[in-house]
């Protein structure tokens, strides 16, 4: 098994057992690696602990089950995914999704999504390319720096941005 597979086998296995308490080292038996070493080369490549990646997981699959299941005690979800309290899963839950257990069930809240992981291996370049240096007179550029916030709308902030700039533009041609 290459490394790219044993990455997609540790996924694979997590995935398989979301409801269980699976420890790294039976992760990595699966797999043929260390412990250690498929950790360090799974963090490496997905950014994410094993850890992080189950919890991440699991918090979206309790998620859709309490969305789906509205009838089904959030206790009862919160034992399946690996919580010992309804406290821990509520604080667990809100940090992830940003509201509590019995809210995400309301229609219209919106949960954050994880979804599993695919690990693919693409290489590219290798191939020769023509290329010629060309040498132009200097000229100038102008441009507008905004911070846009992940909370704003951008499909309406960026518009009344551009909006803004080519007003500008069009005085600075004017003038000159």
Known sequence: MNWIESLQCAID?????LTQNIRPAEIAAECGYS????????????????????????????????KASPDRRILDVAIKYGYDS???F????RSFHGVL??????????????????????????????????????????????HLSSQENSFAVIPRKWANFMSVCRTLVEEN
């Open 35 to 66: 412990a250690g070493h498929l950790q360090k080369g799974f963090t490496l490549v997905t950014g994410y602990t094993f850890a992080e990646y189950m919890r991440k997981r699991r918090l979206y699959q309790a998620a859709l089950e309490l």
């Open 86 to 88: 309804p406290d821990a």
């Open 13 to 17: 296995c997590m995935e398989t057992h």
């Open 101 to 146: 257990p019995s809210q995400a069930r309301e229609p219209g809240v919106c949960i954050t999504m994880f979804q599993p992981l695919q690990i693919h291996l693409s290489v590219q370049g290798g191939t020769a390319m023509n290329h010629t240096i060309q040498h132009i007179p200097s000229f100038e550029l102008i441009g507008q720096v905004f």
């Open 90 to 93: 509520a604080r667990a839950f």
